[in-house]
């Protein structure tokens, strides 16, 4: 008898739970049935995807989504990158907004995990029904988020240098891709460090493909491999890994480690005696920020490569540099990927106010071979694989924890992500996916 | 030659970090049966401690003392994590003796808490810590470099061993610890307050946990993710070595660094993590009570 | 299948049990008959537990031989095939399975085959039915056998336990104190319940209670340290001077605890 | 007289909320925007996870942090089908491209047809679990211990995954789905349909959970759960009863895992790793272990509140989620659904209708080791 009555309630509480999700979900589509009116550019109302994302404004304001994880073990880099992008959000709202309309951010947490990013792409595109998404960190949240984004015709903003062999209609790339960071970088090493290569990287996607094309380039240009290393994502002892470096006596350690790995790797690297003065290393997952974390006094000396540092004199960098500090605090710092989002809200806002519109497509179009004074420099959008041109630069840590700049490529460097114009790099992409 | 005498160093030192954080897991695993998720947080609230440390010495004391806050540091480390293993002993885990799996699952809602907080506290990046001076170089033997952090943690590990045995087998409270963890009735009936027991082994294993977090300030990353890089092996070494024997678990840190380190050595980094957990998951089977058994009669 | 009356159902011979060195058990023989309700006493630490925990598994002889009807060799065996050849054992504590009832209790003991699949498609017989009702009745159950077992008294609990126990009609029944903890009426019921169960099959109990003993006029064995000290009836026992020795010179401990062997 | 029209009363009422909820899941189409019904959709899949993980801790006594593996294996067999349908014949998948694999390994040859890869994903987990359970269980592995040594499974699988990039994808997983059975994975009715299915199978597997869990069958997984040793000397082999559930349960949880990964279109070795583990089983604790429909409830309600936090309050959900967990592990043993119980049991108390002994069952939580 017992037993039967409590299978009752327990009925009775799914019930109640499935009527708080249809609740729910009904709350959500009454509220955007009721907002629909056309924004002031659209004029044309949904194209063909009445459903699927069509951009829409809300009478006051434009929704755009902001995705990045707040929480796990990715807020460390991705919560700096958010901040950027809402204070670009701010800036352009206080200067008038976009199309005569307010930008309003729809933010949410990716909680470091692919899977949350494509559920919390799919709800922005759907359910807010925002005009376009700025977000994503890591490699596999964007390959998360990307079915998602081409199947609703939705619109990324991905802020981060990556490894390249993609290029999704719907995304636009605004960090570098492997030719504006990483060649570059291999290249200047050749001709200034050594040819005597040791690659060491976290173990997923990103590291193992750039060290794919850093071999084929050492081959191409007569560098030497003295070993590849992985580790996985949060290791955080490297006195072996350090054991087998200075057994195979390389001239430069590629590192590609990620996050917090890399402030083990440094700081146990400077505890075994090994300074920037016997070992060059060169970073490219290492900015401002991850410097703060690693101790600059630890850093100091070793080299990175990015398209752009806190410390380029330009006034278009001094206002950004100054307004972030002005708005989050003065011991904040910037660095490439949080300049690459701020950067990116002001592109998508250029496309939109050229486009007259915030439609996709349209905007998509009215992008190509854009132009934007951005604090890295000009930079222009890529009509054909909607990345970026962009200046390769590399820097020497400080000990204040600013780089200083070594060398920069000059020109900004056209984005290939499949290294099509390279000779040596012919057979690594494999056709494009 | 002298990089297999390095490697011997190494997995010292690997050993040594290992039996720290598992140091405090196997006071409240060992020895209360308090499967305590939260543990690799109150590592993490060691190691902010010692920041925070640091910014004071820097704000407000002389640049000559700079190089003392690491000494303050870590009992501060102890004292922090002991208060707060104390509110959690006294809030939380004091409903759930005698249900460890229960105490699992209610210490990881605690450390997903406790994460957010140092998020919302401390910023969601990783922040530096700078070593101190004297704690910086090395030992040159032979060609290579005994770093001098990783002996002093091996140094603190010993310290810190040592204090626990004479605090558990020495004095009048471990013997009460004791009395209290093999017979709870006949404790309290010899007059014990098993509550006052109960609440002081907790947060002294907690507060263990809070040094480890401030020793490993000096070579790892300081962030609200930080307890989750170490809670896994903090467990396995405990189950290793056989719950509830202090020896136990300096053999199981001392196995699992010394496998670690060579099976990294020969193959790398992810396989050799791969190879020692499964050696763990095969010696498990062979001896599920680990290397150092505890024998009873009882049937369960 | 039927065997005279003096067969051997259980012998065991040369057992050695050791625990980290220390011999529980050094050297006994034992030979259990059907019919018989058969005594094993000794002081505290004579290794009488030890002895039982050998003859249903639970226990791993380090040598010598343990013999079920001439044939079987139950060394080798464990615990679950031990039980299923027909050695039944009670445990000192009530070991029942308090989150099910009363009757669930026998129904599980009840149970024929006992493989994961037999169970899984098993169909609740008319006779199945019938055989708890007996029991129930024989254990004095009835009246709550729908009632959580973990809310009985102690001494339901220990009939309950022995009622799992025969339901599986074993041919070996081993008692370790079945009457430890009761209250003189329970007492007085237990050994009405063990006279009744005697028939047809054999009967070990490791006893303290030497009153208990007494009343049944079954063969007693007297182990002291590990070893057999002697064999014979009560009044044998009792006029055996090595008896009186080891016994009387441990007999307050024996007295006093009572409870784990 | 008065009993048996309680007894009737109680059957219909019985009968009409398993109706309702049955209706409800029907409908909820009708008044569902597509993403919602997919979320819905993508719950229910965690719900027969939930149900696994109830019939073996619930039930049998079995904490497994292990169950993201089997979870994942499924998932990954369904997506490695998906991968290659969307890659299309004389193909490789991109993320082999980019790793300089140049031919299709073999292990990923049996899963260019649906058929197999749907059989693997359950039958794969199925056998990784009796292998497990066959070391563990009869080594007398169990408890804590149990719970720990799945806690090293997980790692050693998840580093494996993501060592071995070129064959599984790596951190990434497997993504960019495009068509199941030459059915538009992005088209509504598909999706509805693969919704209904998802329905079915929480239905189904509750069905095949009941099953277990009533009559002499279950009366044994209890008994193993309360005492294995004493179980032993009945006769039992418990050893083959935990083997038995728990390769039903690690089943259940590749079936799940391919509705996952059908519906949301991803998987990655994030969702195989120790948090989704322990996750699932916070499903069930707050659910309410030892009833299917507290387990199948939790997921639902977990995750549906895991959502809708995390879309209302993105920077401090974790505060409020972290201290549900807390609160209700701690003071509600038998989970939400034990308090509903209980409640009830109240209710009727005051008609003079519930048993002295029936409320301290829900109330008292044992110890389940």
Same mark, same amino acid.
């Given at each position: 008898?017992?037993?039967?009555?409590?299978?009752?309630?327990?009925?009775?509480?799914?019930?109640?739970?499935?009527?708080?999700?249809?609740?729910?979900?009904?709350?959500?589509?009454?509220?955007?049935?009721?907002?629909?009116?056309?924004?002031?550019?659209?004029?044309?109302?949904?194209?063909?995807?009445?459903?699927?994302?069509?951009?829409?404004?809300?009478?006051?304001?434009?929704?755009?989504?902001?995705?990045?994880?707040?929480?796990?073990?990715?807020?460390?880099?991705?919560?700096?990158?958010?901040?950027?992008?809402?204070?670009?959000?701010?800036?352009?709202?206080?200067?008038?907004?976009?199309?005569?309309?307010?930008?309003?951010?729809?933010?949410?947490?990716?909680?470091?995990?692919?899977?949350?990013?494509?559920?919390?792409?799919?709800?922005?595109?759907?359910?807010?029904?925002?005009?376009?998404?700025?977000?994503?960190?890591?490699?596999?949240?964007?390959?998360?988020?990307?079915?998602?984004?081409?199947?609703?015709?939705?619109?990324?903003?991905?802020?981060?240098?990556?490894?390249?062999?993609?290029?999704?209609?719907?995304?636009?790339?605004?960090?570098?891709?492997?030719?504006?960071?990483?060649?570059?970088?291999?290249?200047?090493?050749?001709?200034?460090?050594?040819?005597?290569?040791?690659?060491?990287?976290?173990?997923?996607?990103?590291?193992?493909?750039?060290?794919?094309?850093?071999?084929?380039?050492?081959?191409?240009?007569?560098?030497?491999?003295?070993?590849?290393?992985?580790?996985?994502?949060?290791?955080?002892?490297?006195?072996?890994?350090?054991?087998?470096?200075?057994?195979?006596?390389?001239?430069?350690?590629?590192?590609?480690?990620?996050?917090?790995?890399?402030?083990?790797?440094?700081?146990?690297?400077?505890?075994?005696?090994?300074?920037?003065?016997?070992?060059?290393?060169?970073?490219?997952?290492?900015?401002?920020?991850?410097?703060?974390?690693?101790?600059?006094?630890?850093?100091?000396?070793?080299?990175?490569?990015?398209?752009?540092?806190?410390?380029?004199?330009?006034?278009?960098?001094?206002?950004?540099?100054?307004?972030?500090?002005?708005?989050?605090?003065?011991?904040?710092?910037?660095?490439?990927?949080?300049?690459?989002?701020?950067?990116?809200?002001?592109?998508?806002?250029?496309?939109?106010?050229?486009?007259?519109?915030?439609?996709?497509?349209?905007?998509?179009?009215?992008?190509?071979?854009?132009?934007?004074?951005?604090?890295?420099?000009?930079?222009?959008?890529?009509?054909?694989?909607?990345?970026?041109?962009?200046?390769?630069?590399?820097?020497?840590?400080?000990?204040?924890?600013?780089?200083?700049?070594?060398?920069?490529?000059?020109?900004?460097?056209?984005?290939?992500?499949?290294?099509?114009?390279?000779?040596?790099?012919?057979?690594?992409?494999?056709?494009?996916? | 030659?002298?990089?297999?005498?390095?490697?011997?160093?190494?997995?010292?030192?690997?050993?040594?970090?290992?039996?720290?954080?598992?140091?405090?897991?196997?006071?409240?695993?060992?020895?209360?049966?308090?499967?305590?998720?939260?543990?690799?947080?109150?590592?993490?609230?060691?190691?902010?401690?010692?920041?925070?440390?640091?910014?004071?010495?820097?704000?407000?004391?002389?640049?000559?003392?700079?190089?003392?806050?690491?000494?303050?540091?870590?009992?501060?480390?102890?004292?922090?994590?002991?208060?707060?293993?104390?509110?959690?002993?006294?809030?939380?885990?004091?409903?759930?003796?005698?249900?460890?799996?229960?105490?699992?699952?209610?210490?990881?809602?605690?450390?997903?808490?406790?994460?957010?907080?140092?998020?919302?506290?401390?910023?969601?990046?990783?922040?530096?810590?700078?070593?101190?001076?004297?704690?910086?170089?090395?030992?040159?033997?032979?060609?290579?470099?005994?770093?001098?952090?990783?002996?002093?943690?091996?140094?603190?590990?010993?310290?810190?061993?040592?204090?626990?045995?004479?605090?558990?087998?020495?004095?009048?409270?471990?013997?009460?610890?004791?009395?209290?963890?093999?017979?709870?009735?006949?404790?309290?009936?010899?007059?014990?307050?098993?509550?006052?027991?109960?609440?002081?082994?907790?947060?002294?294993?907690?507060?263990?946990?809070?040094?480890?977090?401030?020793?490993?300030?000096?070579?790892?990353?300081?962030?609200?993710?930080?307890?989750?890089?170490?809670?896994?092996?903090?467990?396995?070494?405990?189950?290793?070595?056989?719950?509830?024997?202090?020896?136990?678990?300096?053999?199981?840190?001392?196995?699992?660094?010394?496998?670690?380190?060579?099976?990294?050595?020969?193959?790398?980094?992810?396989?050799?993590?791969?190879?020692?957990?499964?050696?763990?998951?095969?010696?498990?089977?062979?001896?599920?009570?680990?290397?150092?058994?505890?024998?009873?009669?009882?049937?369960? | 299948?039927?065997?005279?009356?003096?067969?051997?159902?259980?012998?065991?011979?040369?057992?050695?049990?050791?625990?980290?060195?220390?011999?529980?058990?050094?050297?006994?023989?034992?030979?259990?008959?059907?019919?018989?309700?058969?005594?094993?006493?000794?002081?505290?630490?004579?290794?009488?537990?030890?002895?039982?925990?050998?003859?249903?598994?639970?226990?791993?002889?380090?040598?010598?031989?343990?013999?079920?009807?001439?044939?079987?060799?139950?060394?080798?065996?464990?615990?679950?095939?031990?039980?299923?050849?027909?050695?039944?054992?009670?445990?000192?504590?009530?070991?029942?399975?308090?989150?099910?009832?009363?009757?669930?209790?026998?129904?599980?003991?009840?149970?024929?085959?006992?493989?994961?699949?037999?169970?899984?498609?098993?169909?609740?017989?008319?006779? $199945? %039915? &019938?055989?708890? !009702?007996?029991? *129930?009745?024989?254990?004095?159950?009835?009246? /709550?056998? @729908?009632?959580? +077992?973990?809310?009985?008294?102690?001494?339901?609990?220990?009939?309950?336990?022995?009622?799992?126990?025969?339901?599986?009609?074993?041919?070996?029944?081993?008692?370790?104190?079945?009457?430890?903890?009761?209250?003189?009426?329970?007492?007085?019921?237990?050994?009405?319940?063990?006279?009744?169960?005697?028939?047809?099959?054999?009967?070990?109990?490791?006893?303290?209670?030497?009153?208990?003993?007494?009343?049944?006029?079954?063969?007693?064995?007297?182990?002291?340290?590990?070893?057999?000290?002697?064999?014979?009836?009560?009044?044998?026992?009792?006029? $055996? %001077? &090595?008896?009186? !020795?080891?016994? *009387?010179?441990?007999?307050?401990?024996?007295? /006093?605890? @009572?409870?784990? +062997? | 007289?008065?009993?048996?029209?309680?007894?009737?009363?109680?059957?219909?009422?019985?009968?009409?909320?398993?109706?309702?909820?049955?209706?409800?899941?029907?409908?909820?189409?009708?008044?569902?925007?597509?993403?919602?019904?997919?979320?819905?959709?993508?719950?229910?899949?965690?719900?027969?996870?939930?149900?696994?993980?109830?019939?073996?801790?619930?039930?049998?006594?079995?904490?497994?942090?292990?169950?993201?593996?089997?979870?994942?294996?499924?998932?990954?067999?369904?997506?490695?089908?998906?991968?290659?349908?969307?890659?299309?014949?004389?193909?490789?998948?991109?993320?082999?491209?980019?790793?300089?694999?140049?031919?299709?390994?073999?292990?990923?040859?049996?899963?260019?047809?649906?058929?197999?890869?749907?059989?693997?994903?359950?039958?794969?987990?199925?056998?990784?679990?009796?292998?497990?359970?066959?070391?563990?269980?009869?080594?007398?592995?169990?408890?804590?211990?149990?719970?720990?040594?799945?806690?090293?499974?997980?790692?050693?699988?998840?580093?494996?995954?993501?060592?071995?990039?070129?064959?599984?994808?790596?951190?990434?997983?497997?993504?960019?789905?495009?068509?199941?059975?030459?059915?538009?994975?992005?088209?509504?009715?598909?999706?509805?349909?693969?919704?209904?299915?998802?329905?079915?199978?929480?239905?189904?597997?509750?069905?095949?959970?009941?099953?277990?869990?009533?009559?002499?069958?279950?009366?044994?997984?209890?008994?193993?759960?309360?005492?294995?040793?004493?179980?032993?000397?009945?006769?039992?082999?418990?050893?083959?009863?935990?083997?038995?559930?728990?390769?039903?349960?690690?089943?259940?949880?590749?079936?799940?895992?391919?509705?996952?990964?059908?519906?949301?279109?991803?998987?990655?070795?994030?969702?195989?790793?120790?948090?989704?583990?322990?996750?699932?089983?916070?499903?069930?604790?707050?659910?309410?272990?030892?009833?299917?429909?507290?387990?199948?409830?939790?997921?639902?309600?977990?995750?549906?509140?895991?959502?809708?936090?995390?879309?209302?309050?993105?920077?401090?959900?974790?505060?409020?989620?972290?201290?549900?967990?807390?609160?209700?592990?701690?003071?509600?043993?038998?989970?939400?659904?034990?308090?509903?119980?209980?409640?009830?049991?109240?209710?009727?108390?005051?008609?003079?209708?519930?048993?002295?002994?029936?409320?301290?069952?829900?109330?008292?939580?044992?110890?389940?080791?």
């Amino acid at each position: 008898m017992k037993r039967k009555r409590t299978k009752r309630f327990g009925i009775l509480a799914l019930g109640a739970g499935l009527l708080l999700l249809a609740g729910c979900g009904a709350n959500n589509s009454a509220n955007n049935g009721a907002s629909p009116s056309a924004s002031g550019g659209s004029s044309q109302p949904a194209s063909s995807s009445a459903a699927s994302g069509s951009p829409s404004a809300s009478g006051d304001g434009i929704k755009v989504g902001i995705l990045h994880s707040l929480s796990g073990t990715m807020a460390i880099s991705e919560v700096s990158v958010r901040d950027a992008e809402l204070m670009a959000i701010d800036e352009i709202n206080a200067a008038g907004g976009v199309l005569g309309k307010q930008i309003v951010p729809v933010v949410e947490d990716g909680a470091s995990d692919w899977p949350t990013f494509a559920e919390k792409a799919r709800k922005l595109l759907t359910d807010d029904k925002v005009a376009t998404v700025f977000g994503g960190w890591t490699s596999a949240s964007r390959k998360a988020m990307l079915p998602v984004f081409e199947e609703l015709n939705g619109l990324l903003w991905y802020p981060v240098q990556y490894e390249g062999m993609e290029k999704s209609p719907n995304i636009f790339y605004t960090g570098a891709t492997t030719n504006q960071q990483i060649v570059p970088a291999v290249d200047w090493l050749l001709e200034n460090k050594g040819k005597k290569f040791y690659l060491l990287g976290s173990d997923y996607v990103f590291p193992r493909t750039a060290n794919m094309i850093i071999k084929a380039q050492l081959k191409a240009k007569g560098g030497e491999l003295a070993g590849e290393e992985y580790t996985p994502l949060g290791h955080t002892d490297f006195s072996t890994i350090i054991s087998k470096i200075q057994a195979a006596k390389p001239d430069v350690v590629f590192n590609t480690l990620n996050g917090d790995s890399n402030v083990a790797f440094f700081k146990q690297l400077k505890d075994a005696g090994i300074t920037s003065d016997k070992l060059t290393t060169m970073s490219v997952s290492v900015a401002e920020e991850e410097a703060r974390g690693i101790g600059a006094d630890v850093l100091a000396g070793h080299l990175t490569a990015w398209n752009y540092f806190q410390s380029i004199d330009s006034p278009e960098n001094k206002k950004f540099v100054d307004a972030y500090k002005a708005k989050y605090g003065a011991d904040r710092v910037t660095d490439d990927p949080i300049e690459a989002g701020y950067t990116a809200v002001y592109l998508w806002k250029a496309a939109v106010e050229k486009a007259g519109s915030t439609d996709v497509d349209k905007v998509k179009e009215a992008a190509k071979g854009l132009e934007f004074d951005a604090p890295e420099g000009k930079v222009k959008i890529d009509g054909d694989n909607q990345h970026l041109y962009k200046v390769a630069r590399i820097g020497e840590a400080q000990p204040d924890g600013q780089f200083k700049e070594l060398w920069n490529s000059g020109d900004a460097v056209k984005p290939d992500p499949y290294l099509e114009t390279y000779d040596w790099a012919a057979g690594l992409s494999g056709g494009n996916g | 030659m002298s990089v297999w005498l390095v490697q011997m160093f190494n997995s010292l030192s690997v050993s040594s970090i290992l039996l720290l954080i598992a140091l405090g897991l196997a006071i409240t695993f060992g020895l209360m049966n308090v499967i305590n998720m939260a543990h690799g947080e109150l590592i993490m609230i060691g190691a902010y401690t010692a920041y925070v440390m640091q910014n004071l010495f820097a704000d407000y004391l002389p640049a000559s003392w700079f190089g003392a806050y690491f000494a303050v540091a870590i009992p501060a480390a102890f004292c922090v994590s002991f208060l707060v293993g104390l509110a959690l002993e006294a809030g939380l885990i004091r409903f759930l003796y005698g249900r460890p799996l229960d105490s699992l699952l209610a210490t990881w809602g605690v450390g997903m808490v406790l994460q957010q907080l140092a998020r919302t506290i401390f910023g969601a990046p990783n922040v530096g810590v700078k070593s101190p001076e004297w704690l910086n170089g090395g030992l040159s033997l032979g060609g290579s470099v005994l770093p001098y952090k990783r002996l002093f943690i091996i140094g603190l590990v010993i310290v810190t061993l040592i204090a626990m045995y004479l605090y558990i087998y020495r004095s009048a409270a471990g013997r009460r610890m004791r009395a209290v963890m093999q017979n709870r009735q006949m404790a309290a009936c010899l007059g014990i307050s098993t509550r006052r027991v109960d609440a002081m082994t907790f947060a002294i294993g907690s507060g263990i946990a809070g040094v480890a977090g401030c020793a490993l300030s000096l070579i790892g990353p300081i962030g609200p993710s930080l307890g989750t890089y170490y809670i896994v092996d903090a467990f396995m070494v405990v189950v290793l070595g056989g719950v509830g024997k202090l020896l136990g678990t300096v053999a199981g840190a001392l196995g699992m660094g010394v496998f670690n380190t060579y099976f990294e050595f020969w193959t790398n980094a992810s396989l050799g993590k791969v190879l020692v957990f499964a050696c763990i998951v095969a010696f498990l089977q062979w001896k599920p009570q680990g290397l150092v058994a505890m024998r009873t009669r009882s049937l369960d | 299948m039927p065997w005279p009356a003096e067969e051997v159902v259980l012998s065991l011979e040369k057992i050695t049990v050791e625990f980290d060195g220390f011999r529980a058990v050094n050297g006994m023989d034992l030979s259990l008959r059907k019919n018989e309700v058969h005594f094993l006493i000794g002081p505290n630490g004579a290794g009488k537990t030890t002895m039982l925990d050998v003859m249903c598994g639970k226990a791993r002889p380090a040598s010598g031989r343990i013999l079920f009807r001439d044939r079987i060799d139950l060394s080798k065996k464990k615990e679950h095939q031990i039980a299923q050849l027909g050695i039944g054992r009670k445990f000192q504590a009530p070991s029942i399975f308090s989150e099910l009832t009363v009757e669930e209790n026998l129904a599980l003991s009840l149970q024929k085959k006992k493989g994961v699949f037999s169970v899984l498609f098993a169909r609740r017989k008319e006779e $199945d %039915a &019938r055989a708890i !009702e007996r029991m *129930l009745s024989t254990i004095g159950l009835g009246e /709550v056998s @729908g009632r959580r +077992a973990g809310g009985l008294s102690h001494g339901q609990k220990q009939w309950l336990e022995i009622g799992m126990l025969l339901i599986q009609e074993p041919a070996v029944v081993l008692l370790d104190e079945p009457v430890a903890g009761m209250t003189d009426a329970e007492t007085e019921k237990t050994g009405e319940l063990l006279r009744r169960i005697s028939v047809d099959r054999c009967v070990l109990v490791v006893e303290h209670d030497m009153e208990f003993v007494r009343q049944f006029a079954g063969k007693v064995t007297i182990m002291h340290e590990g070893k057999l000290l002697m064999e014979g009836t009560m009044d044998e026992v009792q006029a $055996d %001077a &090595r008896v009186a !020795e080891v016994y *009387l010179g441990k007999r307050r401990d024996a007295d /006093v605890v @009572g409870a784990p +062997a | 007289m008065l009993l048996k029209n309680a007894t009737v009363r109680r059957k219909i009422v019985i009968t009409l909320a398993y109706a309702a909820v049955v209706a409800l899941l029907a409908c909820a189409p009708m008044f569902l925007s597509d993403f919602r019904l997919n979320l819905l959709g993508k719950f229910l899949a965690y719900g027969v996870v939930a149900l696994g993980l109830d019939l073996i801790w619930g039930y049998t006594g079995i904490l497994s942090l292990g169950h993201g593996i089997f979870f994942g294996i499924g998932a990954y067999c369904m997506a490695m089908y998906l991968k290659l349908e969307a890659t299309g014949a004389g193909r490789l998948p991109d993320f082999m491209q980019w790793s300089g694999v140049t031919s299709l390994p073999w292990f990923w040859e049996p899963f260019r047809f649906f058929g197999v890869a749907l059989l693997l994903s359950v039958l794969l987990p199925m056998l990784l679990a009796l292998l497990l359970g066959f070391f563990t269980f009869r080594n007398r592995i169990r408890g804590v211990y149990f719970t720990i040594l799945t806690q090293a499974l997980v790692l050693i699988v998840v580093t494996l995954m993501i060592g071995q990039q070129a064959y599984t994808g790596g951190t990434n997983g497997i993504t960019g789905f495009r068509h199941v059975l030459g059915f538009s994975l992005a088209s509504p009715s598909v999706k509805n349909g693969l919704y209904y299915i998802s329905a079915a199978a929480l239905v189904g597997s509750f069905l095949l959970c009941r099953r277990l869990v009533r009559g002499p069958f279950g009366k044994v997984l209890q008994a193993v759960r309360d005492g294995q040793n004493r179980l032993r000397f009945l006769g039992y082999d418990p050893a083959k009863y935990q083997m038995f559930v728990f390769t039903v349960s690690a089943g259940l949880a590749g079936l799940a895992g391919v509705l996952f990964v059908l519906q949301v279109g991803i998987i990655s070795p994030s969702m195989m790793d120790i948090v989704p583990s322990i996750e699932m089983v916070l499903w069930v604790a707050i659910g309410g272990r030892g009833s299917l429909i507290g387990a199948a409830a939790g997921a639902l309600l977990i995750n549906a509140s895991k959502s809708g936090l995390s879309e209302t309050y993105p920077d401090f959900w974790t505060f409020l989620l972290g201290g549900l967990f807390i609160v209700v592990v701690v003071f509600l043993p038998k989970g939400l659904f034990g308090l509903l119980a209980r409640l009830g049991a109240r209710m009727k108390g005051g008609l003079g209708d519930a048993m002295a002994g029936g409320r301290g069952r829900a109330v008292v939580g044992e110890d389940h080791r």
